[in-house]
């Protein structure tokens, strides 16, 4: 079955202590990103990347690392989070990242920074 | 920069009638709009693609209309079911690998 999964799906942490939230995709694509999603505020895209090796800053990238060694995985690294990281963070996929392509998300985690 | 507007409060409809949610966006006319349906603590699921050259686009039960005039979207689903009830985001992309632009959402029920 084609699907983006992420790990963990819940997590509760203290400020300070990092963290690696992993995502992984099984259909082959280019394009992968990282959204944080906040009420009120709505989705928002922290990285993205284009292929292997090739990752870039969206709108909300303070606070995060990517990091993309393989074309499968996009892992979020948060170095040291704050509570203002406390947020539902999605992974998503698609093909080439063309205006076109459709998105695929993964079910999300939540993270909570206490 | 592009901005995406919904009505993010919630919208009721009876069953069996037709919701129509808007999406508003200003500044220059986005190539293209994306419809995704997100239900609660899961990840939005794709819906609808429509072009700037295109009026209408429909998939069974759902509608898009696009019209650059009015800066606008609309979205359909017609014989409206409380399984249809969700949250149905608007998403610019313009072109580029930049990523999708989310507006906040329209929190769509459907009553029995």
């Known amino acids: 079955e084609a699907q983006v999964t992420q790990n963990p799906r819940y997590l509760i942490t203290v400020t300070g202590k990092k963290l690696t939230v992993t995502c992984s995709q099984n259909?082959?694509?280019?394009?992968m990103s990282w959204y944080r999603q906040d009420p009120g505020l709505g989705l928002r895209q922290i990285y993205y990347?284009?292929?292997?090796?090739?990752?870039d800053k969206g709108d909300v990238p303070e606070g995060y690392k990517v990091s993309r060694k393989e074309k499968r995985n996009f892992p979020l690294i948060l170095e040291s989070p704050s509570p203002n990281q406390t947020s539902l963070y999605f992974c998503?996929?698609?093909?080439?990242?063309?205006?076109?392509?459709?998105?695929?998300f993964g079910p999300g985690t939540r993270l909570t920074v206490l | 920069s592009q901005k995406i507007e919904q009505n993010s409060e919630a919208l009721n409809i009876q069953e069996g009638k037709t919701a129509t949610l808007t999406c508003n966006y200003t500044?220059?006319?986005?190539?293209?709009l994306q419809w995704y349906r997100q239900d609660p603590g899961r990840g939005p699921v794709f819906l609808l693609l429509?072009?700037?050259?295109?009026k209408e686009k429909r998939k069974e039960r759902l509608k898009v209309t696009f019209d650059t005039t009015l800066k606008q979207s609309l979205f359909h689903i017609t014989a409206s079911q409380p399984a249809d009830s969700a949250t149905y985001l608007c998403?610019?992309?313009?072109?580029?690998?930049?990523?999708?632009?989310f507006g906040k959402g329209t929190h769509l029920i459907i009553q029995p």
């Open positions: 998403a610019h992309t313009g072109g580029g690998a930049d990523g999708l632009t």
């Open positions: 990347s284009m292929n292997v090796e090739v990752t």
């Open positions: 998503a996929s698609s093909y080439t990242g063309g205006s076109t392509d459709t998105q695929y």
């Open positions: 429509i072009r700037e050259n295109e």
């Open positions: 500044n220059y006319s986005p190539a293209y």
């Open positions: 259909m082959n694509h280019e394009y």
